[in-house]
């Protein structure tokens, strides 16, 4: 399968392994804390993330992330699956000096090349609990994850976000960042893998002036 269209929405979550929460001196929120990458941000497996001039740290966040499949609007948590069509690697790349800076996280998470996805494959819920996502820079690993180790469930999160707003088909929702985000340099390949699902790899280049 591939993204069947340019998603409407890249919904993501922040702080939602209570390790990657410490290990940014936050607390774990106690309901799930949500934002928006503009679909412009979007990037293949093998393009360039680009380092914004002047933008200071740029970290790698690997994650997992869900495709929706149909319209979802107030979804039931049992039913949460029925809506999600794939799974697939995704880097939240994130501009961490702009997102401190900022009382929000638009220009932080918003660049161009600021999403790498890989290609989609059908989701299994059974298989679900059991994904893992490594991050590797330069063939070094940097982050690991597991599904079962989210503090807020998928199913969960699927039902709070579409109380707040409609999920479309292609739509993509990730599911946060395991502990172990660092910079990214000029010059580096990084690569966000779930093992049985896929990698997206992208080499890091500075932006041009
Ligand atoms: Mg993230």
Known sequence: MSLPNRPTKILCVGR?????AEELGQDVPTEPL???KPPSSLL?????????????????????AVVVG?????????????????????????????QRKDSQWTRAKGFD??????????????????????????????????????????????????RIMTLEPGDLLLTGSPPGVAPL????RVEVEIPG????????EEASA
Do not use: K, M
């Open 113 to 162: 090349t600021f999403c790498p996805v890989g290609e989609p494959v059908p989701l299994d819920p059974e298989e679900w609990p059991d994904l893992v996502v490594r991050t590797r820079v330069n063939g070094e690993l940097r982050q690991e994850g597991r599904v079962s180790d989210l503090v807020f469930s998928l199913p969960f999160l699927l039902a709070y976000v579409t």
């Open 185 to 188: 340099q000029a010059g580096d």
């Open 16 to 20: 939602n392994y209570r390790a990657h």
């Open 44 to 64: 293949a497996n093998g393009d360039a993330i680009r380092l914004p001039r002047g933008a200071g740290r740029v970290d790698h966040e690997g994650e997992i």
């Open 197 to 204: 699902v896929g990698t997206v790899e992208n080499p890091v």
């Open 70 to 98: 149909r319209r979802a609007h107030r979804v039931g948590e049992d039913e949460a699956f029925s809506y999600l069509a794939g799974v697939v690697p995704a880097n939240d790349v994130t501009a961490r000096d702009l």
């Open 34 to 36: 949500i934002f928006l």
